[in-house]
């Protein structure tokens, strides 16, 4: 093929990720809004308006598990009362309250084993596309046994692009690949309920590098503790 007329179809490719991309967000968008609006109608009802309704996690990913805090004014069975109707909401998966003021969990070890296992080497992609190149499976393979012990967890999987290039096209192809990263992962075993995938494009260089060096395009994963895979629905502290 013409090389001209093949980097022309593989940026088409990309920008048509980049629409799929986009619509998906705003699907997701609005399904989350949606049941925001219902989990705030619940809440008024059952007499809970200090209670505050999350339904971003701490990295900004929309979910479908809302973390409550506040209404520490509110007697217990008001509290639990507020939990059970938003609990309730067809589409929302469990819900848990915020443990405010406690201390930051400590980092798990799988997050370093991890990152020594990418130190020097990188998953790889093949030119402008999202496959996963058939030399790194065994690499992936190896970070996979890393994150098992941390099944439980968020693990976060994060697409990164070199600058060049269009940056909308770059940003789409780092998500369509921490997504192909994120599927591989699960079928190696980690759930994936517990993996959030994202796409910064070039936004994020490698610290010291020029921001279109190649070594820019990467994975990076980020491990989140503690984060049960399913909330508990009603697990409600008493006013402090």
Not at 10 to 22: E, P, T, W
């Amino acid at each position: 093929m013409n090389p001209r007329r093949a980097s022309i179809v593989s940026a088409g490719a990309a920008l048509s990720l980049a629409m799929a991309f986009a619509a998906t967000n705003l699907h997701g968008a609005v399904f989350i809004d949606g049941l925001e609006q219902q989990a705030i109608a619940v809440r008024d009802k059952a007499g809970g308006k200090g209670v505050n309704l999350a339904f971003r996690d701490r990295y900004g990913w929309l979910t479908r598990h809302p973390v409550l805090s506040g209404g520490k004014r509110l007697d217990v069975a008001t509290r639990t009362r507020v939990a059970a109707a938003v609990a309730r909401i067809p589409g929302i998966g469990g819900i848990s309250w915020a443990r405010e003021g406690a201390a930051a969990a400590p980092a798990l070890h799988c997050q370093d084993d991890v990152e020594r296992i990418l130190e020097t080497r990188t998953i790889r992609f093949s030119e402008a596309s999202a496959r996963i190149d058939p030399a790194s499976e065994r690499l992936l393979d190896e970070v996979a046994r890393a994150l098992r012990p941390c099944v439980g967890s968020i693990i976060a999987v994060t697409g990164h692009t070199d600058a060049g290039g269009n940056p909308k096209v770059n940003l789409a192809l780092s998500m369509a690949r921490a997504n192909a990263v994120r599927w591989g992962l699960v079928g190696r075993g980690i759930p994936a309920d517990g993996l959030r995938a994202a796409g910064v494009g070039s936004k994020q260089p490698v610290p010291g590098l020029d921001p279109r060096d190649p070594a820019n395009r990467r994975i990076e994963f980020s491990v989140i503790s503690p984060a049960p895979i399913k909330p508990t629905p009603i697990d409600t502290p008493g006013p402090g």
